[in-house]
T-cell receptor, first 111, second 113 residues
């Protein structure tokens, strides 16, 4: 079956702009996670959804970051007033029985 | 405060030999440990895992060992193949933290033919 998909694969934006990153999880997976991977580091947790609600958003770095999952399937990570330090690969994962399946990521570059 | 550490940034091994990748953790609440493999421009792919109630889990050429008293785990790949060349991430989770994964920085494995 289809895996986790993320769009766009690459996003280049200018400092101060708003961006939206989309994640389509594996059908039927109720848990969805967002991670951010900076160069030379492992992925870092941002936020976790169980169904439609954010069960844990403790990893969001500040209030410029927000994520939604209105129907319990597709999720959108929103970043306001982007900064150069936001440049990273944003990974989404969905989970069944504890195992997380990752998408290919969106590479965000803020100029 | 790195809760999961992979102290070797890279490892080079000859084809056919054993590859040993190491990982240390500090949080005693972690109860599940995983290894992920990552190729460039792809997301991490699950490789093997181990629960904290076990000390060894084997799947084909891959074996993970867990030493809880030392808060240390290792991944053994034998025999190593050129296709194993990738970045390997160690990750840990705890059920009461919602199973969010805490990753190490990764180890680049190069298997030379």
């Amino acid at each position: 079956g289809a895996g986790v998909s993320q769009t766009p694969s690459n996003k280049v934006t200018e400092k101060g702009k708003y961006v939206e990153l989309r994640c389509d999880p594996i059908s039927g997976h109720t848990a969805l996670y967002w991670y951010r991977q900076s160069l030379g580091q492992g992925p870092e947790f941002l936020i976790y959804f169980q169904g439609t609600g954010a069960a844990d958003d403790s990893g969001l770095p500040n209030d410029r970051f927000f994520a939604v999952r209105p129907e319990g399937s597709v999720s959108t990570l929103k970043i306001q007033r982007t900064e150069r330090g936001d440049s990273a690969v944003y990974l989404c994962a969905s989970s069944s029985r504890g195992r997380q399946f990752f998408g290919p990521g969106t590479r965000l570059t803020v100029l | 405060d790195q809760q999961v550490k992979q102290n070797s940034p890279s490892l080079s091994v000859q084809e056919g030999r054993i590859s040993i990748l190491n990982c240390d953790y500090t949080n005693s609440m972690f109860d599940y440990f995983l290894w992920y493999k990552k190729y460039p421009a792809e997301g991490p792919t699950f490789l093997i895992s181990i629960s904290s109630i076990k000390d060894k889990n084997e799947d084909g050429r891959f074996t993970v060992f867990l030493n809880k008293s030392a808060k240390h785990l290792s991944l053994h790949i034998v025999p190593s193949q050129p296709g194993d060349s990738a970045v390997y991430f160690c990750a840990a989770s705890a059920a009461e933290y919602g199973n969010k994964l805490v990753f190490g920085a990764g180890t680049i494995l190069r298997v030379k033919s």
